[in-house]
């Protein structure tokens, strides 16, 4: 069976249960909540050994074919260029559907953690190599010191033979570890989609954030059926665009329901390997920096949702120099995410508030009933640009191979 069908059977079981569910009990309500931790947990357990073991190979590999500054060039143009289309798609969508205002009701304060770019600046290089593989949130690190000993060995290769033989076998073997994780995971969507309807469920309760969630939705069926098609068709030539959307289905749907990018990521590494038959070296090497850096879904929930604020306390509007400001701050603060694998588009949204001020310091609490949801647009929009983008970086550096759909995992 399928990949993606495994995890619609598991989401839609999940869903049917919580017609019934008891949400007013809160030791249900507290049951389903740890179990939801445990399975995105369980998510991300396998990762970290892949990502160190294989990206210590593949920038070895792009060393020695002198690849690994247009790997990492090409990468970065990408990300750039797919977060802040995606921007303008959010703003352009938000000022054409105007939706209704949310009412401002009272609402306690709510503790929400800082981006704390200093904070991520330590955990990049902490005192000892070896705490990277202690943080299972941030795996920026992680990947730095894999780039670090794949540059190590390709400094002298005979020393390093034993050291590479070592780690393409270790690499193959957590590999096949996080496969068995992947496919489990389809049980656990039951318990965490379950608890994703239940606030689903209380968010519809209000009646207020209708317009908004049909908003969001049509965001990220317009990216997946329109804008990165035609992506994919201009920059790769006669490639069926969908046959990339079809593989990507299973890892949209692990990230919608569970808004968690770390969890994605395995999911994202075997459909682009054995589904689209992109190789090591670049999936290995564009994937995790995708998942960091291209969070172009974050950028778009923040520029909807806080245009919506403006909307809902004022009804003076937005200046146009306002509008360039929130989409350059919005931009900006994505690529300071990295250790906010869920719940990053909510912290940056109230990070934007403070940043605007004006009296809207607090402004992103009339969406906190909705901030679960915000969560999962922006997981799956970024989920999405992580594979599309990575196809089109295989394909112009020739490092994909043609697979047909009955082959797709």
């Known amino acids: 069976m399928k990949i993606w069908i495994k995890y619609l059977t598991g989401i839609l079981i999940g869903m049917a249960f919580a017609l019934i569910a008891p949400d007013k009990n809160a030791a249900f309500t507290g049951i389903t909540e740890f179990l939801t931790r445990f399975f995105v947990q369980a998510g991300r357990y396998a990762l970290y050994p892949v990502l160190f073991f294989s990206i210590t190979l593949s920038v070895y590999e792009h060393r020695e074919n002198r690849t690994?500054?247009?790997?990492?060039?090409?990468?970065?143009?990408?990300?750039?260029?797919?977060?802040?289309?995606i921007a303008l798609l959010g703003l352009v969508s938000v000022l054409i559907a105007n939706p209704a205002r949310?009412?401002?009701?009272?609402?306690?304060?709510?503790?929400?953690?800082?981006?704390?770019?200093?904070?991520?600046?330590?955990?990049?290089?902490?005192?000892s190599a070896f705490e990277v593989f202690a943080n299972g949130l941030f795996i920026l690190p992680l990947c730095a010191f894999g780039a670090f000993a794949g540059a190590g060995c390709a400094v002298d290769k005979n020393d390093a033979k034993a050291?590479?033989?070592?780690?393409?076998?270790?690499?193959?073997?957590?590999?096949?570890?996080?496969?068995?994780?992947?496919?489990?995971?389809?049980?656990g969507l039951i318990a965490v989609s379950l608890n994703w309807a239940l606030q689903f469920r209380g968010m519809l309760a209000s009646k207020v954030f209708l317009d908004f969630i049909v908003l969001l939705a049509v965001d990220l069926l317009i990216l997946a059926v329109v804008v990165w098609p035609v992506a994919i068709r201009l920059t790769c030539g006669k490639v069926n665009p969908f046959r990339v959307l079809y593989a990507s289905l299973a890892s949209i749907l692990a990230a919608f329901i569970s808004g968690d990018t770390v969890m994605t990521l395995p999911v994202l590494f075997r459909h682009a390997n054995e589904s689209l038959g992109i190789r090591r070296r670049v999936s290995t090497i564009t994937l995790p920096l995708f998942s960091v850096f291209a969070r172009g879904g974050t950028v778009?929930?923040?520029?909807t949702s806080f245009l919506l604020i403006l909307k809902s306390y004022s009804s003076l509007g937005v200046s146009f120099t306002d509008t360039l400001w929130l989409v350059g701050v919005a931009i900006a603060l994505s690529f300071a995410l990295g250790r906010f694998p869920s719940g990053g588009a909510f912290v940056a949204l109230a990070t934007v508030c403070a940043l605007y001020g004006r009296g809207f310091e607090s402004g992103y609490l009339i969406l906190k009933p909705a901030a679960f949801f915000l969560g999962s647009i922006a997981a799956a929009i970024d989920a999405l640009t992580a594979i599309m983008g990575t196809y089109i970086l295989a394909q112009r550096q020739d490092q994909a191979t043609h697979r047909e759909l009955r082959f797709f995992i």
């Open 68 to 85: 690994l500054f247009r790997i990492g060039w090409h990468t970065a143009l990408v990300i750039v260029a797919s977060t802040v289309g």
């Open 300 to 303: 778009l929930v923040t520029v």
């Open 102 to 127: 949310i009412p401002i009701f009272v609402e306690g304060s709510s503790d929400i953690e800082k981006i704390g770019i200093g904070a991520s600046l330590l955990q990049l290089l902490p005192s």
């Open 163 to 187: 050291t590479l033989t070592l780690f393409d076998s270790l690499a193959r073997v957590s590999y096949s570890i996080m496969t068995f994780f992947v496919d489990s995971v389809a049980i």
